[in-house]
């Protein structure tokens, strides 16, 4: 069955570094989504990706994060310069219509020191 | 704004038991989608169950059903015949018409006592 990959599985960085986490969707998924879970709390939606740019972002997501999907496959959250409030479980989710469900990734465990 | 509360903050049954997780939803929208979402130990978040407002009838998926009241806006999960594997996080989870984020509840821990 097709499933939403994610890489790292966890990624650790010092504060100020840039990361990249990647994600591949489904093949034949049309839109992307970042989400992020801070430890005990819940799931916030972070941005959405359509047609090579960005549908809808939260306020999360500001000037230090960014989105590509460069080669057609991929999917990549980059933050540009991390600070300790960055540590989170990152989910990538993908969705094959717009209206349908979207289907999680197992999650990039983000820890910034 | 959409907002999902989810009032329970924990909750426990016996195996083979059933148990029903709360979930409320503000909305001005009529037409949308509510889903319950599991997260086991591992994080991997895992879609349990779907339901359509236009939809007068409850879904169904085995052992998980849900009780959708739209004028209540209320969306409750019970799990009939609880099993350990059923201990997770369980989020409940709206989303608006096309291609909308998920706005999800803070989350019910499910503990199954054996």
């Known amino acids: 069955e097709p499933e939403v990959t994610q890489t790292p599985s966890h990624q650790v960085t010092q504060m100020g570094q840039e990361v990249i986490l990647r994600c591949v969707p489904i093949?034949?998924?049309?839109?992307f989504y970042w989400y992020r879970q801070i430890l005990g709390q819940k799931v916030e939606f972070l941005v959405s990706?359509?047609?090579?740019?960005?549908?809808?972002k939260s306020e999360i997501f500001d000037d230090q994060f960014s989105v590509e999907r460069p080669d057609g496959s991929n999917f990549t959250l980059k933050i540009r310069s991390t600070k300790l409030e960055d540590s989170a479980m990152y989910f990538c989710a993908s969705s094959v219509e717009r209206e349908n469900e979207q289907f999680f990734g197992p999650g990039t465990r983000l820890t910034v020191l | 704004a959409q907002t999902v509360t989810q009032s329970q903050p924990e909750m426990s049954v016996q195996e083979a038991e059933t148990v029903t997780l709360s979930c409320t939803y503000d909305t001005s929208e009529s037409d949308y989608y509510l889903f319950w979402y599991k997260q086991p130990p591992s994080r991997q978040m895992i879609l349990v169950i779907r339901q359509e407002a236009y939809k007068q009838q409850n879904a169904t998926e085995n052992r998980f059903s849900v009780n959708f009241q739209k004028a209540a806006k209320s969306f409750s999960l019970k799990i009939s015949d609880s099993q350990l594997g059923d201990a997770a996080m369980y989020f409940c989870?709206?989303?608006?018409?096309?291609?909308?984020?998920?706005?999800f509840g803070k989350g019910t821990r499910l503990s199954v006592i054996a």
């Open positions: 990706f359509y047609n090579n740019e960005i549908s809808e």
């Open positions: 093949s034949n998924h049309l839109y």
């Open positions: 989870a709206y989303r608006f018409q096309g291609n909308t984020p998920l706005v």
